[in-house]
């Protein structure tokens, strides 16, 4: 085992080394013009990066579900996003865009990309794994011993730069810095060709290539934290004009060639981000002291919630820097099976080891999403969740489908607004922490969020309001849910009963509307429509009378509308009818569900059932536990008399 740690180490060490590199100018004009790549600037770096572990276009008139929610809109994916973020595609489309632009050297390559949104929504983590890409990637070429870490190629003199360019295939921008514009003179003679080079890779802990700001206490601010300051110790031995007084250690210097992080930007004095201005349009930063400007590539990331966006920009003096950004909404998750992946990711990176029982997730989900959503007066709150998580959903009594885009209209601020997913992630843990089995289940989720709610330090009727959800909305769609797979794991064969139920009722309803008989499969006969049997169905969603004759006609027709466009048949394709067909199956188990549940003393054949059930259950995903649990939660809560 230890020669198996030496080889590991031993690999990692040779690998490196290969990397390395020391030679001159000379050296290094020849491995351009081998691999011109070598010499972009630092955004088409990082786009390169991003891109490099594949992009996925979906044309969602291809996909049902995403068209549901995006229309005939063109979605992209990258792959480099794709396992860490989810639910907020059009965001990372955005700062795609923003990349893509500014490789190609367009205005946003001298723009601040800037991502504003409420607390917990990814700001932090997007910036992260931003940094995480340049650490990731191959070592860059540098001027050895510069401070900069700046292109080798700003040696080359600008009288001869269109020549060079022409030879080696790039475009040379740029200059030296005032370090190594001395050095060049002073110890080689300006022969620019002698100029050492070395190779050089990214650091967040080195401070190399990734410079970070943090909010700075408005009385106690100081440039140098931005672009470096004169060493005083130097002051005895150089003039104060002298570059070797320098130390260019601030976070633009640091940060050239890769990318300088603002954190809560907009926490700092607008003095102090001044210096933005100049990096971004004029590509410098001031030298320290009395220096010359300072020639600067490099990505200037910052990100702020919105209510210190919206006080920055309500400010007409700051309009010089408003001009050099480009904002980029960061929401929360609006989709409920987007969400979920969230929290089964951070639960994935823990060591949280408990079992977690079915829709435990889903219902803690559920709530953080119905908090962040809009009232609408065309749905409810559920309808809503619904819709944006691509479900199809008709409005009852219609074949029309709900515009999912007119509601997102009414609300353009959707999403900035309401529970984070660290609320969520601790109500979690703590109905973990505090269960006796290692076992957690929706019911105790529920009670622990309740709990958290009435703890919170919000507006009373806000309040009100998530309270509402989490004790009647939730609750109660929890207890369909509930019902439901009750109800499947005690029917064998609950789908294909379903079907069954759908095609007869499809067969039964398009003849009445049609005024014609059934022909019967097995002895050909001509049968009149089952109007019972019809009726049947429909009273489960409470349709009856003339109503009924209206919903037999949606149903037929929104069907021939599906067939028309190449969409398949089941009995979920049309929201109310799958409602009446699943009350249905759930009505004719109900009062044999309810005895299997709560009798405690069962006969063999009741035991027998019993157990099958169980076992179902179980093999759905449910611990002895949790299935004990939520079958007493059903006795006592679903089938009651």
Known sequence: ????????????????????????LLDYLSIVK??????VLAHQRMYDLLVKSGVETLKTEEVTRLKRIYGNDTLKRYSFFQDKFFGIDKSIMKIMRYFHSAAMKGEESRQVLYLVGPVGAGKSSIMESLKQALEMSPTIYVLKECPMREEPLHLIPKHLRPQFEELLGVKIEGDLCPICRYRLKHEYNGEFERFPVTTSEFSIRSRKGIGVVPPVDPNNQDTSVLSGSVDISKLDLYPEDDPRVLSLNGAFNVGNRGVVEFIEVFKNDVEYLHTMITATQEKSIPSPGKGAMIYFDGIILAHSNEAEWNKFKSDHTNEAILDRIVKVEVPYCLELDEEVKIYRKVLKNSSFNAHIAPHTIEVASMFAIL???????????????????????????????IDVFELREEAPREGMTGISTRFIMKALDTTLSESEFNCINPIAVIDTMVKAVKDLAIAEDEKKRYLGFLQDTIKKEYNKILEKEVTKAF???????????????????????????????????????????LQSIEEQIGISGTAAQGFRQDVTSYMFTVMRNGGKIEYKSYEPLKEAIEKKLTASVKELSRIITQARVRDKEQESKFNAMVEAMKENGYCPHCCNVVLKYAANNLWKD
Do not use: C, W
Request: net charge negative; glycine share 4%.
């Open 491 to 533: 029917i064998h064969g609950y789908k294909e009963q379903a079907e069954s139920l759908f095609n007869n009722y499809l067969d039964h309803a398009e003849a009445f509307v049609n005024s014609t008989k059934l022909k019967d499969k097995n002895t050909g006969e001509e049968l009149e429509p089952d109007i019972k049997f």
């Open 371 to 401: 908090t962040r959503l809009t009232p609408s007066s065309k749905v409810d709150q559920l309808t809503k969740l619904k819709i944006y998580n691509g479900e199809e959903i008709v409005e009852q009594g219609s074949t029309k489908k």
């Open 1 to 24: 085992m230890a020669y198996d740690f030496e080889k590991l180490i031993k690999q990692d060490r040779d690998e490196h080394k290969q990397y390395k590199f020391d030679g001159t």
């Open 34 to 39: 081998e691999n011109p790549s070598i010499a």
